[in-house]
């Protein structure tokens, strides 16, 4: 049996992979139309499961092949009240996305059959734009906002939940509390600028620091993703205790700021080799991270030269 929720092996020593940037992947590479830059919509139909599944499947053989564990996180990043209301869909129609998500990556799961562990988590995205921080909100208000989807992913199989390019600790302080309150692990992944700090100027290391005080550490572990390592590698040269609690990278192909990323017409997917040595420097610099995978501009050739470069790393 699949139990981790009280137990999440990449806290006890396994390595795992995750995806890469499925909405970029999606969009430029498989001409997609996603509205709102939303993929949980793809759920609704024959067509938009196929090509899901596909995107998945490609990143679970390179796990398999170079034999790790891997980190099934849900196209619901846009599956919050907000975004759905957008998007036309009432709290009803967005809690059935959300489950069909997570029964889709444990069929996922049991297809591929990996030796290894095989995680399942929530994936949640942030209220507002992600690379700004437009959205003021107290930490109450963001722990209302995301209630409902934590809520509703606690009710699954799922045994994380994971919230994706934040910018402010109040509304990672409200996911965390409201996880608790449920009793599912969180996991907050917040997205830093050219300069290694957030969209309002906070430090990364002040960011983590500041959300385990106002939530007692809580939150599972924290990680970084959307920005490229170039951006948050001095960050991550102190000796500073927040390093600890550090255990995932999800960093994006491209060197550009996220205003460039915006006004971008095509996609930068960078140097994928470049890219996967960076990861193995800096599994070498942090032996304790557990959790690699792309974001932005990212695709499946990435994470096979990450999957190698941590195989390397691990070697040595």
């Known amino acids: 049996m699949h139990t981790y929720r ?3 092996p ?12 499925l909405e970029t992947t999606l969009v430029f590479h498989e001409g997609i139309d996603l509205p709102c830059f ?3 919509p793809l759920l609704g139909t024959a067509e938009g499961r196929a090509q899901l599944e596909t995107y998945f499947e490609r990143h679970l053989e390179i796990a398999r092949q170079r034999k790790m564990g891997f980190l099934l996180e849900a196209p619901t990043w846009r599956a919050s009240p907000g975004w759905g209301q957008e998007l036309g869909h009432d709290r009803q129609a967005l809690q059935a996305f959300n489950a069909q998500a997570i029964e889709m990556m444990c069929a996922l799961r049991d297809k591929a059959a990996l030796p290894h562990p095989v995680v399942i988590s929530g994936n ?17 208000e963001a722990q209302a906002y995301h209630a409902d989807q934590v809520g509703w992913f606690a009710q699954t199989a799922a045994d994380m939940v994971s919230a994706f390019t934040l910018c402010t600790v109040n509304e990672a302080v409200g996911i965390v509390r409201a996880a ?11 997205t830093v600028e050219t300069d290694g700090c957030l969209a309002d100027g906070t430090p990364l290391g002040e960011a983590i620091t500041q959300t385990d005080a106002a939530t007692n550490g809580k939150a599972a572990y924290f990680m970084v993703n959307c920005a490229h ?16 609690r550090l255990r995932g990278i999800r960093a994006n192909a491209s060197r550009l700021s996220h205003e460039e990323l915006d006004n971008a017409d095509v996609l930068d997917d960078g140097n994928p080799a470049e890219l996967g040595a960076s990861y193995g420097t800096l599994q070498a610099q942090l032996p304790h991270l557990s959790v690699f995978g792309g974001c932005c501009g990212t695709d499946s050739r990435h994470i096979a030269e990450i999957a190698n470069n941590l195989c390397c790393a691990r070697a040595a």
């Open 124 to 140: 949640i995205g942030p209220r507002g734009d992600g690379y700004q921080a437009d959205t003021a909100m107290t930490a109450s």
């Open 10 to 21: 990449q806290l006890n020593g396994h390595a795992l992979l995750t995806d890469s940037g």
């Open 180 to 190: 608790v309150e449920v009793q599912i692990p969180a996991v907050i992944a917040f």
């Open 38 to 40: 939303a993929s949980y």
């Open 229 to 244: 390592p170039e951006h948050f590698e001095v960050a991550l040269r102190s000796q500073e205790p927040w390093l600890q």
């Open 6 to 8: 009280n137990a999440l």
